[in-house]
């Protein structure tokens, strides 16, 4: 399942409510970040929908939608695809450039520490 930014944009407004919104307060939700009009949200959640990524209670009314995925699976996918793509698998490397590239704080280094200790066999 590949999650477009602005399906995440949709899924972050989407996530903190896990019995649903109704369309005008997912509307709302969305609204200062992305300017979406009514008709633009429904596109895209019902094309979500249709990717498994939303779910639609129709029995209610207003009908509510909520994610049908959670954050933390599509975290993940996002993690895997780019060690794939990007870092031909290797976590090393990419906790390498990452490294490389941002200043970690000491909890932060002592938490990875911690991290890698207990990783030991």
């Not at 699976?73 to 870092?87: G, K, N, T």
């Not at 290797?90 to 280094?109: H, N, Y």
Request: charged share 30%; glycine share 4%.
């Amino acid at each position: 399942m590949r999650v477009s930014d602005k399906e995440w944009q949709v899924l972050e407004a989407l996530w903190p409510h896990p019995a649903g919104l109704p369309l005008g307060d997912v509307v709302e939700a969305l609204k200062a970040e992305t300017g979406w009009s009514r008709n633009t949200v429904l596109t895209y959640l019902t094309r979500m929908e249709a990717k498994g990524l939303v779910s639609i209670c129709k029995e209610d009314t207003p009908h509510r939608y909520a994610a049908a995925v959670s954050r933390e699976d599509c975290a993940a996918q996002e993690r895997q695809s780019l060690l794939s793509r990007v870092y031909r698998g290797s976590a090393a490397s990419l906790v390498t450039a990452f490294l490389k590239e941002e200043r970690l704080t000491a909890e932060e280094r002592e938490a990875l520490r911690k991290l890698l200790d207990d990783m030991e066999v």
